[in-house]
């Protein structure tokens, strides 16, 4: 076992890309450091609508976080770990009274998915996870670099989720907001790399889910102070003809099909007041006297795929007319389609426009999914374990390897098997002495990554012995072939018991 004393301002990384969040207090004992994610609904409802916005654009986005300063090019046999206590094993969901049963086929485990969080450089990033056992089925194990800032102290990521089972932007089991993460003091405080994995508890699974929206006028719609947006409608290419009102301003609106529609000005009697889109262009030259054409409200970006910009585009250069928004990137390289409003007034009862752009009332709630065990079950756990054993590992890969070759895509869960090693890896800037390694030519995105021993196919269970933090080329032949882990000791076992007993519960209903 390996204690690390530094000095006040002793020496840390200084290559971190993670964000900011709260700080962890130390325990009694000195090894237990816990910090809050999302202690409170409000702010868990805003990371659910932040990830799942725009068919989930947040999360189709995120690449694999993957910093070179985390791949190291040398590994020395020798040395490592030593156990603290006797071997020990918590079984998995689901196996708490059974024997675990021998296989040599390989299924995927339920269990493992994506684990995203949002950068200190604003980027959006995953690592790898699973699901483990715990009092009330709620945890997650992975890296301690996947949850804890290396460069800030006592600081966690923003934003920080995981999704079971994630493919394309797919969350087949509910997306699992983090409440609090639980590492070693040593890894909090002075970013010891021996101590590179966290366990985090989890709310239950959160979607949102629409009301019903109704049609409304717009003295309703501009009042109304929850969430409301504007839907469009396919009409006809004779309705649309007909509904042309003013070429100028390239508008297009269907009050009455066969009659001209009456715009009017704010002194007609009862006359009401809408917005209408323009082109960009058009908006700019806006905004001067009291009637048609002044500026309504700012211009309202909307967060998009790749496939939708492209989409949109399409159908812009077919009509532009029809389709004047501008598309674009923001200042994230995210995709996004700007709108551009300007007033139109009408007499009573002629409000309307083109591709019917009718204000709609709609509230979006949470509902509840359930526990995270209850859904993808929870892998066991498994401390003070001799090497030599054989392991399953498993996670996304995406990043290349250093001769530039990028074998992985990072869409579907990979995995490795072998028996491990008792290493000593010579990165000292991560104070490295006791990870344990296998054999395994992944690439980044693979962190956080369960190892499992006595995994059973039939059953898709194991125990976790470790998660992935290192990826290495330990022939210097510019590609990467060697994984590493910390080794799980009675430390580790005390922290994971910590986590897997604490409450997180349900936010809604």
């Known amino acids: 076992m390996k204690r690390i004393l530094l000095p006040a301002g002793g020496a840390i990384l200084a290559t971190g890309l993670l964000a900011a969040g709260l700080a962890g207090t130390a325990q009694a004992d000195n090894v237990i450091e816990n910090a809050d994610l999302a202690k409170t609904q409000a702010q868990?409802?805003?990371?659910?609508?932040?990830?799942?916005?725009?068919?989930?654009?947040?999360l189709k986005g995120a690449v694999a976080f993957s910093p070179?300063?985390?791949?190291?090019?040398?590994?020395?046999?020798?040395?490592?770990?030593?156990?603290?206590?006797?071997?020990?094993?918590?079984?998995?969901?689901?196996?708490?009274?059974?024997?675990?049963?021998?296989?040599q086929n390989v299924n995927l485990p339920k269990s493992i998915g994506k684990v995203f969080f949002e950068g200190r450089d604003g980027k959006l990033y995953w690592c790898s996870g699973t699901s483990i056992q715990s009092q009330y089925r709620n945890l997650v194990a992975t890296a301690g670099h996947c949850v804890y800032?290396?460069?800030?102290?006592?600081?966690?990521?923003?934003?920080?989720?995981?999704?079971?089972?994630?493919?394309?932007?797919?969350?087949?089991?509910?997306?699992?907001?983090?409440?609090?993460?639980?590492?070693?003091?040593d890894f909090e405080v002075y970013e010891d790399f021996d101590r590179d994995y966290a366990f985090v508890t989890v709310y239950d699974?959160?979607?949102?889910?629409?009301?019903?929206?109704?049609?409304?006028?717009?003295?309703?719609?501009?009042?109304?102070?929850?969430?409301?947006?504007?839907?469009?409608?396919?009409?006809?290419?004779?309705?649309?003809?007909?509904?042309?009102?003013d070429p100028a301003t390239t508008d297009y609106y269907d009050v009455d099909p066969g009659k001209?529609?009456?715009?009017?000005?704010?002194?007609?009697?009862?006359?009401?007041?809408?917005?209408?889109?323009?082109?960009?262009?058009?908006?700019?030259?806006a905004?001067?006297?009291?009637?048609?054409?002044?500026?309504?409200?700012?211009?309202?970006?909307?967060?998009?795929?790749?496939?939708?910009?492209?989409?949109?585009?399409?159908?812009?250069?077919?009509?532009?007319?029809?389709?004047?928004?501008?598309?674009?990137?923001?200042?994230?390289?995210?995709w996004t389609i700007t709108h551009y409003y300007v007033q139109k007034w009408f007499k009573p009862g002629k409000v309307a426009r083109f591709v019917r752009l009718e204000p709609n009332i709609v509230g979006r709630e949470l509902k509840s999914g359930g526990r995270l065990g209850d859904n993808v079950g929870g892998q066991g756990f498994a401390w003070n374990q001799p090497t030599g054993k054989y392991v399953r590992t498993f996670g996304y890969p995406q990043g290349a390897h250093p001769d530039g070759n990028k074998p992985y895509?990072?869409?579907?869960?990979?995995w490795c098997y072998g028996k491990t090693g008792k290493n000593v890896t010579k990165a000292p800037e991560f104070k490295v002495e006791e990870h344990i390694s296998l054999k395994c030519a992944v690439t980044g995105g693979y962190a956080g990554g369960p190892w499992l021993l006595k995994y059973s196919n039939a059953k898709r269970l194991g125990y976790v012995n470790g998660v992935t933090s290192l990826v290495m080329?330990?022939?210097?032949?510019?590609?990467?072939?060697?994984?590493?882990?910390?080794?799980?000791?009675?430390?580790?076992?005390?922290?994971y018991s910590a986590a897997s007993k604490s409450w997180s519960g349900k936010l809604v209903k």
């Open 473 to 495: 080329d330990s022939d210097k032949n510019k590609r990467y072939d060697t994984i590493t882990s910390p080794y799980f000791d009675g430390e580790t076992a005390a922290i």
């Open 205 to 245: 699974a959160l979607a949102g889910v629409e009301k019903s929206s109704k049609v409304v006028d717009w003295k309703t719609y501009d009042a109304y102070q929850g969430e409301k947006f504007v839907k469009d409608v396919e009409v006809s290419e004779a309705e649309y003809k007909k509904g042309k009102l």
């Open 260 to 285: 001209a529609d009456e715009a009017t000005g704010p002194d007609y009697p009862g006359a009401v007041v809408d917005r209408f889109e323009v082109r960009k262009s058009f908006y700019d030259a």
């Open 409 to 414: 895509t990072g869409v579907t869960p990979k």
């Open 287 to 334: 905004g001067v006297g009291q009637g048609n054409g002044k500026k309504f409200g700012e211009p309202v970006v909307e967060n998009v795929t790749f496939n939708e910009a492209l989409a949109y585009k399409k159908a812009q250069e077919k009509n532009g007319f029809k389709y004047p928004a501008t598309v674009g990137k923001d200042a994230r390289g995210n």
């Open 68 to 103: 070179d300063v985390l791949e190291v090019d040398k590994i020395v046999r020798g040395g490592g770990y030593s156990a603290d206590t006797k071997p020990g094993v918590t079984a998995p969901i689901g196996e708490e009274k059974k024997t675990v049963a021998k296989t």
């Open 149 to 185: 800032d290396i460069a800030a102290n006592k600081e966690v990521v923003s934003r920080w989720v995981f999704v079971p089972g994630y493919y394309q932007g797919k969350t087949p089991f509910g997306i699992y907001v983090g409440k609090q993460a639980f590492t070693h003091y």
């Open 44 to 58: 868990a409802e805003e990371v659910v609508e932040f990830w799942t916005k725009s068919n989930n654009a947040a």
